[in-house]
């Protein structure tokens, strides 16, 4: 049981952490201060002194100012480099891979979300990040895979940001491109460390809804720019026309590098679950609302900056697209400052992601510092905990842990950090000093964008949505294909192989006791084995079902295990009422289909993104 202990968060808007506190027996009648401060996980109470609470947003954003910041997420430095990767990908093809990723997106937004909060076996288990979702069919390697890809886009991005400030803002203040690299740096740091960090600071990204809101106004701000002073008539008239360019353009070898900016671009997988926690009443209909709004705007403006932009300087267009204009343009001046902005706001977006991976490591969640910290008014903390702790004289000898973030007065206080800093803000500066030393040292933002998409891109927004789909679902994969194969086999006439007669194992009784019985496996590795023991058709081989079914069946009997380790009385799980009544339904073949091409999209993705990163970097095809 080792597996799931360790990923066995109490989960509480309010941050308090209650042991064996007693449940009314009418949910109706249960007083509003009751439901506040009673866990909704269905997992066992923690220890007093444990501090194992994933710190969840205070604050709840709309859902315009859930689109904002998911656009804000999606929108960062991957729309800048979008031109480059039509330049690698082709015209035609690029836009494809636009239009397909932009779906993929969508989809595997929802996919996450809607497994995580209204999937029958885990809508009450307060499933709140995608690698305690991941954890439930593949434990900690499942967690660990999504936190490592995780950080890698989050990392990537943040990098790329600083670069393109890098970029834009010190050739306004007349340093030329690709010169006085001092003085660009100086301007890096100081800027960044007086905007980024203060705004990275924050606690919940519900902070952040007006500056993603002016960063989205800023965004089709650039996007009308670019559309309108790029030379497109000119590029195209000098080629031929645009049919020309379409032949010669329209396809390139190197088409992975530029899907690989285009996953850069477009995902935000990795913030959907912070985006997702912070939006007030939350259910499959907002959810959806939220991203379809999102990515069809972000799809937009992607493809209207792309376009012009690479049609503007063909074969010329550089990582940075504002880099081909001309330095002293007022026009591309104006752009470049709207660019910088973007920049500054999005920033925190990503650090958010990197600060919350690097807490879940190391402090298994905890943000607040529960419990250790130092402060003048110490004494009134500990007699708001002896309160706490203390029964009341008609009610029996339960404990009631409070946190460390308690709210004295109006002021909440948090701890565990260094120096004059929480742990939230130790880390939101370490995340920043991080991202800045490669900023200084390197200079060209294409490979960035390109590598981190092909990586950390794939992982996180194909492959990690696909097989944690099919791992939640295995149960039900694993019936779907049992009855496939009984009917393939009724038809080619091997009863044999149909029903055995043999008593199960598991109902043998235990020698000694006739009441005890052997440990019941789960229901789906009885059919597991009925489908790999006797003959199978061909498509079951060529469709990769002997991948699928293992993956299925690995993944049901963690989620079975996981869900019985952590099982308590149904009378005693407190869901709101959408997350009671808004329920998935069955996985349909389709879904599962879906599922599938997620994960070989991504393989094949990843795999030829770094292959031809490698390439074009070694024969030096990009200059």
Not at 59 to 71: E, M, P, Q, R, T
Not at 76 to 101: N, Q
Not at 116 to 138: C, D, G, I, M, Q
Not at 365 to 373: E, L, N, T, V, W
Request: charged content about 15%; aromatic content about 10%.
């Amino acid at each position: 049981m080792g597996d799931y202990q360790i990923m066995n968060f109490q989960y509480n808007e309010d941050n308090e952490t209650n042991v064996n506190v007693p449940a009314p027996n009418d949910d109706d009648n249960a007083s509003p201060d009751y439901r506040k401060s009673t866990s909704c996980s269905n997992s066992p109470p923690t220890s007093a002194a444990s501090p194992a609470t994933l710190s969840l947003p205070r604050k709840k954003s709309s859902i315009l100012g859930a689109s904002s910041n998911l656009v804000n997420s999606i929108v960062g430095a991957g729309i800048i480099g979008i031109p480059y990767a039509l330049r690698m990908s082709g015209l035609i093809s690029g836009v494809a891979l636009l239009v397909l990723v932009s779906v993929l997106t969508d989809k595997s937004l929802r996919l996450l979300i809607e497994q995580a909060s209204f999937h029958p076996r885990l809508k009450n288990r307060n499933v709140h990040t995608f690698e305690e979702l991941a954890s439930y069919p593949f434990g900690k390697v499942g967690s660990g895979f999504v936190l490592f890809n995780m950080f890698i886009m989050a990392y990537g991005a943040m990098v790329a940001y600083l670069l393109i400030i890098k970029d834009t803002l010190p050739t306004v203040m007349g340093y030329e491109h690709g010169t006085h690299m001092l003085e660009r740096n100086i301007i890096v740091i100081v800027t960044s460390f007086a905007v980024m960090v203060p705004l990275s600071m924050q606690r919940d990204m519900a902070s952040l809804s007006c500056t993603s809101a002016l960063s989205v106004l800023a965004d089709i701000v650039l996007v009308v720019f670019i559309a309108s002073f790029a030379p497109v008539k000119e590029s195209v008239a000098e080629q031929g026309g645009f049919l020309q360019v379409l032949r010669k353009d329209g396809i390139q070898s190197t088409l992975f590098i530029g899907l690989g900016i285009l996953s850069t671009a477009m995902a935000c997988q990795h913030s959907a679950f912070i985006v997702a926690n912070s939006l007030e009443n939350k259910t499959r209909r907002r959810w959806r609302i939220v991203t379809n709004q999102s990515i069809g705007i972000s799809a937009m403006l992607c493809a209207v900056l792309g376009i012009s932009g690479y049609l503007g300087f063909l074969e010329n267009t550089q990582g940075d697209v504002l880099n081909n204009f001309p330095l002293d343009s007022m026009q591309a001046d104006a752009a470049r400052i709207l660019l910088a902005f973007t920049m500054y706001v999005t920033y925190p977006m990503e650090s958010f992601v990197a600060r919350h991976v690097l807490i879940m490591l190391v402090h298994n969640g905890d943000m607040d510092a529960r419990g250790g910290f130092t402060f003048d008014n110490e004494t009134q903390l500990e007699e708001i905990e002896l309160a706490e702790t203390r029964p009341r004289p008609d009610e029996e000898a339960t404990v009631n842990t409070t946190n460390a973030n308690q709210t004295l007065g109006s002021v909440t206080v948090e701890g565990g950090g260094i120096l004059c800093m929480n742990r939230r803000q130790s880390w939101t500066l370490t995340v920043y000093l991080m991202t800045l030393v490669p900023a200084i040292i390197f200079s060209d933002i294409g490979p960035v964008l390109s590598l981190t998409g092909a990586v950390g891109g794939s992982c996180i927004s194909y492959i990690g949505p696909g097989f944690v789909f099919l791992g939640v679902n295995g149960e039900e994969f694993l019936n779907k294909v049992g009855d496939w194969i009984e009917k393939w086999r009724r038809a080619k006439g091997y009863s044999k192989f149909i029903h055995s007669d043999i008593t199960e194992s598991s109902e043998l009784p235990v020698e000694g006791n006739a009441r005890l019985q052997l440990p019941q496996e789960p229901n789906n590795v009885n059919g597991y084995e009925s489908i790999t023991s006797g003959p199978k058709p061909c498509w079951y081989y060529f469709g990769l079902f002997p991948i699928w079914c293992s993956v299925a069946k690995s993944g049901a009997t963690h989620m079975k295990r996981k869900i019985d380790a952590f099982n308590v009385p149904s009378d005693s799980v407190h869901a709101t009422v959408d997350e009671s009544t808004d329920v998935l339904p069955v996985p349909s073949n389709w879904d599962f289909f879906v599922a599938f091409f997620f994960v070989l999209f991504g393989m094949l993705s990843a795999v030829a993104g770094v292959v031809s990163n490698v390439y074009v970097q070694w024969h030096n095809l990009d200059d």
